[in-house]
């Protein structure tokens, strides 16, 4: 009889994960890994030369809403992991839940995937040893594409030449190549707020650091005057509520702690803070208050080969300026060349998403599955990850199906996010529900201490795990978390954007009696 397989290209957290869950679920397949770097980790490998972390990189959101299901963080893990904690979290992961039990095919690269023409289904991968240089194929019957979608650097639509002065923030390790530079930094997004943080510290050796940025951001604190994090006193139904209500929480956050960025000239952002980036730095504040930095509101029209830079400034008029290196932080374009064409998905829509059911496949096609493909906000992306990987083993061993595209309401058909492969709660409860892991009405409200640790606990894996038979155990875990990490302060909150919403009712009322 044949034996069924399935291929994991990529060895990072998402490849991982399916693996874990496949074999977790006894899904009855021999399960193939494909990974080019000669260990698990992905892009928290900080040797890897494109695309992976900086010498610098520390987690901008906490291990409490990082931490993967079944798999707690070692005692002693600082809120904010730096990479290398990480990759060792990521490593001890794989080694528990997946090592011994897969082929594994590391320092392996992808050639190419197409569909088994021999047979009605399947698919024949073509793949290369790095080290011997040997090419084979194999025939497999699920392929799971798990490579994320960091490993292309993108650059704007404008003729850079080839030179030494032009770099991207996907090759970026530390500052001493840059040492005695004046350096621009083009973007303003969590790598280039990394990339700032790092030219212009305390002890650093750049003549100046300089960034451009067209869009702006919203900074927002990234842990509470009490050294809270803030990701962890953030409740639940916030994530849920009108963007109208969120934006106006998150700005009087931010404002509360920064007081108007327009004071220390960081333009916000064109949009509102529920609906774009967010990005939670006190260094980089405090680096452009002192002065270390400096900020051009506007975009980049013009390089030459050296270095002279043709700016166009948000009031329409134009500037030069000479600089001795530039950064690009402009994140990446999704490559997935080794997918046949008709394999491939699009991204061709006006915000840049796949054009995937669930982010995930195509409608009616459970054999070619996509993990990764999303950027989150309020939370990490390894919860999505988690749940995402869950709901693919479960169609693989018949416990779930696809449901049809019209009966799931897309994240993306009622809320519209700047930038690319934005989700929300919404997207994620959606899988949670499909993986049997989000709770019933009815159980919540049998148990008033379970709703509240539910709604106005953090965001954390033990909330989506109160209606299994370890559920007193996560709900104990869900109240631990708030009670030590900000329980308090979740109650400030509700009585913050219930006072809000009931204040803005009252305004609205009084505006159209007095109209």
């Not at 009889?1 to 399916?18: C, D, L, N, R, Y």
């Not at 980790?41 to 992976?52: A, F, L, Q």
């Not at 979290?89 to 320092?107: A, C, D, L, P």
Request: charged share 20%; net charge neutral.
């Amino acid at each position: 009889m044949k034996t069924h397989k399935t291929a994991i290209i990529g060895g990072g957290v998402s490849g991982t994960v399916q693996a874990k869950w496949l074999l977790q679920l006894e899904v009855q397949t021999e399960i193939h890994i494909f990974e080019k770097d000669p260990h698990p980790g992905g892009v928290w490998d900080v040797s890897r030369t494109v695309g992976g972390v900086m010498d610098c990189t520390v987690c901008n959101v906490s291990k409490y809403v990082m931490e993967l299901t079944d798999f707690p963080w070692p005692k002693g893990t600082p809120d904010f992991p730096h990479h290398s904690a990480v990759l060792s979290y990521i490593r001890q992961y794989y080694n528990h839940f997946v090592k011994g039990k897969v082929q594994e095919h590391f320092q392996t690269l992808v050639l190419s995937v197409s569909k088994d023409q021999t047979t009605k289904g399947g698919f024949i991968i073509k793949y290369k040893d790095l080290v011997t240089e040997e090419v084979s194929q194999m025939s497999v019957d699920r392929v799971i594409v798990a490579n994320g979608h960091s490993n292309v650097p993108h650059f704007p639509p404008l003729s850079i030449p080839p030179t030494d002065v032009i770099s991207h923030s996907a090759t970026y390790k530390n500052s001493l190549p840059f040492s005695g530079k004046s350096v621009l930094v083009v973007g303003l997004s969590f790598s280039a707020v990394d990339v700032v943080v790092d030219l212009a510290r305390d002890g650093g050796e750049c003549e100046s650091v300089t960034v451009v940025t067209r869009n702006g951001t919203w900074f927002v604190p990234k842990t509470k005057p009490s050294g809270i994090p803030s990701d962890v006193t953030l409740p639940r139904f916030f994530t849920h509520l009108p963007h109208s209500i969120q934006n106006w929480v998150i700005k009087a956050a931010a404002n509360l702690t920064y007081f108007s960025q327009r004071s220390w000239e960081v333009p916000n952002a064109n949009c509102q803070p529920a609906e774009g980036s967010m990005v939670a730095s006190q260094p980089f504040v405090d680096l452009v208050r002192s002065g270390k930095v400096g900020i051009i509101h506007g975009s980049v029209e013009d390089i030459t080969q050296n270095g002279n830079v043709v700016f166009t400034l948000a009031d329409g008029t134009t500037s030069r300026s000479r600089f001795d290196r530039i950064i690009f932080c402009t994140g990446f374009s999704t490559n997935f060349e080794f997918l046949d064409r008709e394999l491939r998905p699009s991204f061709g829509d006006d915000h840049g998403r796949p054009d995937l059911h669930l982010q995930m496949f195509k409608p009616d096609q459970d054999d070619l599955v996509f993990i990764g493909l999303f950027n989150v906000r309020y939370t990490s992306p390894f919860q999505v990850i988690d749940l995402q990987c869950q709901y693919a083993a479960k169609l693989a061993n018949k416990t779930a199906t696809i449901p049809p595209v019209q009966s799931v309401q897309s994240t993306h058909d009622s809320r519209t996010f700047r930038g690319s492969l934005f989700t929300s709660s919404d997207y994620r409860d959606t899988l949670a529900g499909l993986c049997g892991r989000l709770p019933t009405t009815s159980s919540l409200l049998r148990s008033p201490r379970r709703w509240a640790a539910y709604h106005v606990g953090p965001i954390t894996w033990a909330g989506y795990n109160l209606d299994r038979q370890d559920g007193r155990e996560s709900l104990e875990q869900v109240c631990q978390v708030a009670r030590g990490r900000g329980w308090f302060d979740n109650a400030v909150a509700v009585v913050v954007v219930v006072g809000a919403a009931l204040l803005g009712t009252c305004l609205q009322v009084c505006s159209r009696r007095a109209g």
